[in-house]
């Protein structure tokens, strides 16, 4: 009876507020740890030139290499960094509740659709696709990583454009279409991801063309007011890039889409491997061999055939399927069209985390639909089972990779804060930490990433003198580092002190260069190097880094190591 009473209560109808508010305290005790976490990499570089250039300047990013029209995204973060600063409680805050609101969002849409089409259980199988993706993994790096901003912003806009369309629908109220068609025209100055919208709503106006229980003019006036006029400012959004920036692909240009059409199809299978069943996080041998054969010519033609017979399905036998089918469908092409635009990006095919943001639109479409399936197994214990399990090995993986973040910035921290900043002499970073399993770090790069870093975040403790990122590694453990050998006056050896990290340099593979104060010779890019120094030893401040602490190299003592 008890049971009864609560499969009632859960059939009722759920309120998105309260789906938004379960939601955020989940998330916030999640990535509490990770709080203070994600003001790395692309950050301290937009940091930078906000502090650096005016507004007009940071509106329009005319110092930045990408090309990009993203005028909205950034009034929004220069905004909120006039607000919030560098302070990271606020801009976890935020991160936290815009990825609440794209989980009640989507819980919103899809719980709509599932009624419409008469299912009884829309609101038990929209929470459990709402839960997964809301815990999923694969959204620590949107989540915490600052950069990650305008993903989380992207999803935002499709969904509330989704639900406008919806409600456009079914009211048939031009105010819906016209705060469809101002977020989509805002969303065109921020992430690509809107190239995907109008096929979204596209997709969504055919389903409800094809249903019977809603008026078919809906559908004409839904091209006409919403679908048209997107397509339309689409297409003058291409325009006005290809005169501003003269070419007609952005942020990741043409050359990305030409490789992918010969190098990339097998993306979406692998995208799929990692989210599904968790292959990001199989050992490297294991998911390498999954990898290969998704490549294959074999794998490309096996995927790419499913799903053509997976959609000749929908279309052959669309009108006589129940509610949920008719849903499943839908999902099933959104999943697609989303999938489609990871063809020409890279693919993390080594580490944790880094490019999991590429699939965070996917994902949402993914669970979704995987929630739906499941709810067609008859016996209920047996889909609370799979639902609960699944969901608890998302969460455990979550909670870890909420930690490696935590367990990074606390290294950075303490970096930052021991760095003898008041020395006259020419700085050698001997080992910075490049990622700590996928979590960005801090990484060496030609103009020192560090002292960029260390300035922007600590103005009041600016560096006075020269520094150098000699080269970086890959972090496994936050007691990781390296040690050194004095081979003679000018020359020291510099040693990983674990395996499996690999030397980086410039975002590459780490590779012998020299400048002006010394030069390198990679030994071994796996694990030694060693460094010349071109001046008197007397000059230099060599310090290399183990666990959250810096060391100085003493030049006086040959042949030991140093730890």
């Not at 969904?159 to 031009?174: D, F, G, M, R, V």
């Not at 260390?454 to 000699?470: F, M, N, R, S, W």
Request: charge should be positive.
């Amino acid at each position: 009876m008890q049971l009864q009473k609560f499969r009632q209560q859960l059939s009722k109808p759920i309120s998105t507020d309260l789906v938004f508010g379960a939601v955020w305290v989940v998330l916030f005790v999640l990535y509490f740890p990770a709080a203070k976490a994600g003001f790395v990499a692309d950050y301290t570089g937009w940091l930078n030139q906000t502090l650096k250039y005016g507004f007009w300047d940071n509106l329009n990013r005319t110092h930045f290499q990408v090309q990009s029209l993203y005028q909205f995204t950034q009034l929004n973060t220069w905004l909120f960094h006039q607000i919030a600063g560098t302070h990271p409680w606020p801009w976890h805050l935020l991160f936290i509740t815009l990825h609440a609101a794209n989980c009640s969002l989507l819980y919103r849409v899809c719980v709509r659709l599932l009624k419409d089409s008469g299912v009884a259980s829309a609101s038990v199988i929209t929470l459990a696709g709402t839960l997964l993706f809301c815990i999923s993994p694969y959204a620590a790096e949107v989540i915490v990583w600052e950069p990650s901003f305008h993903y989380l912003q992207g999803m935002l806009l499709i969904l509330l454009i989704l639900n406008w369309t919806h409600s456009y629908i079914h009211t048939e109220k031009k105010r819906y279409a016209w705060l469809a068609g101002i977020t989509f025209l805002l969303s065109t100055f921020s992430l690509e991801i809107f190239y995907i919208t109008p096929w979204l709503v596209l997709c969504m106006g055919i389903f409800y063309r094809l249903n019977d229980a809603f008026r078919k003019q809906a559908f004409t006036k839904v091209l006409k007011f919403i679908t048209l006029p997107q397509a339309l400012l689409f297409v003058l959004h291409l325009c006005l890039f290809r005169m501003y920036y003269g070419t007609w692909v952005a942020h990741i240009g043409k050359g990305a889409v030409s490789t992918a059409l010969q190098e990339g199809l097998g993306k979406p299978a692998k995208h799929l491997f990692h989210t599904l069943l968790m292959g990001r996080f199989f050992s490297n041998t294991n998911k390498h061999i999954v990898y290969g054969w998704l490549d294959s010519t074999p794998g490309v033609i096996a995927f790419y055939a499913l799903v053509i017979i997976l959609c000749s399905f929908i279309v052959l036998r669309f009108r006589s399927m129940q509610g949920k089918g008719r849903v499943a469908s839908l999902l099933f092409m959104w999943l697609l069209i989303t999938l489609a635009l990871l063809v020409p990006l890279w693919f993390g095919d080594i580490m944790l985390i880094i490019y999991d943001r590429y699939t965070y639109f996917a994902n949402a479409f993914v669970y979704m639909l995987l929630a739906l399936l499941v709810s067609y197994i008859s016996l209920s214990a047996i889909r609370i089972g799979i639902v609960a399990v699944y969901a608890l090995i998302n969460l455990r993986i979550a909670i870890q990779l909420s930690r490696y973040w935590m367990k990074s910035e606390r290294v950075i921290s303490s970096l930052l804060h021991s760095f003898p900043y008041t020395s006259d002499k020419t700085i050698v970073l001997l080992n910075l930490p490049q990622n700590m399993q996928g979590a960005a770090m801090i990484g060496a790069e030609q103009e020192s990433e560090f002292r960029m870093m260390h300035d922007d975040l600590l103005p009041a403790e600016k560096i006075k003198g020269q520094v150098y990122d000699a080269m970086a590694y890959n972090m496994l453990t936050p007691d990781d580092g390296a040690h050194v050998t004095v081979l003679n006056d000018s020359t020291i050896q510099v040693t990983l002190n674990q395996w499996g990290t690999w030397w980086w340099y410039a975002m590459q593979g780490g590779h012998g260069y020299s400048n002006s104060d010394y030069t390198i010779n990679m030994k071994d890019p796996g694990h030694m190097y060693e460094l010349m120094l071109k001046k008197p030893a007397s000059g230099y401040l060599l310090l290399f880094q183990v666990g959250n602490q810096w060391h100085t190299v003493d030049m006086t003592k040959t042949g030991v190591e140093q730890h």
